[in-house]
Antibody, heavy 117, light 109 residues
């Protein structure tokens, strides 16, 4: 069974930093691209970033480019999101999601971790 | 700024059929937008239903299907069940980014 477990969410001051983790299990992690999505309170989801299975191809939304950095450690089946220069509008639940093997799809989502700025 | 539009709310009777749509401010949605659909119930993470316009996941109930309809991506629910009451979000892939729609609140009543 595919499982994704986010961690690292916390209460942080504006201008601060956080590093989110997403521990993956139940699938061949290095074979799948992964995506970060967030959802502010009472709002719809917002796509943030995606990273290819080998970590070479990386994409960001304009809203976080230059402040957030996605990475992965395939030896530890873990996805990361380093968040710097945090602002109040970064307050949200942050989800990691497994991409489908074919491009342009999202499959399994984690339960999310809450970031409050 | 590109906007992805969905009906804010829809109501369907139990056992009935309803179609949710997903449009783009840039023009007609085609297969090249690789639309995805997600279901979200209160207090839960989103759950993927449809990817690449028409493809279902192994867990997607057979009563859900995806298509293109009138220049929009569409999610059709045939034979609505009470447990289908939820928020539904679409996602479109653009050359320079990925956008979610604002969501449709579906009531089964």
């Amino acid at each position: 069974e595919v499982q994704l477990l986010e961690s690292g969410g916390d209460l942080v001051q504006p201008g601060g930093s956080l590093r989110l983790s997403c521990a993956a299990s139940g699938f061949t992690f290095h074979s799948y691209a992964m995506t970060w999505v967030r959802q502010a309170p009472g709002k719809g989801p917002e796509w943030l970033s995606a990273i290819s299975g080998d970590g070479i191809h990386i994409y960001y939304a304009d809203s976080v480019r230059g402040r957030f950095t996605v990475s992965r450690d395939n030896s530890k089946n873990t996805l990361f999101l380093q968040m710097n220069s945090l602002r109040g509008d970064d307050t949200a639940v942050y989800y990691c999601a497994q991409n489908t093997l074919v491009h342009y799809g999202l499959a399994v989502w984690g339960l999310g971790t809450t970031v409050t700025v | 700024q590109t906007v992805v539009t969905q009906e804010p709310s829809l109501t369907v009777s139990p056992g009935g059929t309803v179609t949710l749509t997903c449009g783009s401010s840039t023009g007609a949605v085609t297969s090249g937008y690789y639309s995805n659909w997600f279901q979200q119930k209160p207090g839960q993470a989103p759950r993927s239903l449809i990817y690449r316009t028409t493809n279902t996941h192994s867990w997607t109930p057979a009563r859900f299907s995806g298509s293109l309809l009138g220049g929009k991506a569409a999610l059709t629910l045939s034979g609505a069940q009470p447990e289908d009451e939820a928020d539904y979000y679409c996602l479109l892939n653009y050359g320079d980014g990925v956008l979610f729609g604002g969501g449709t609140k579906l009531t089964v009543l």
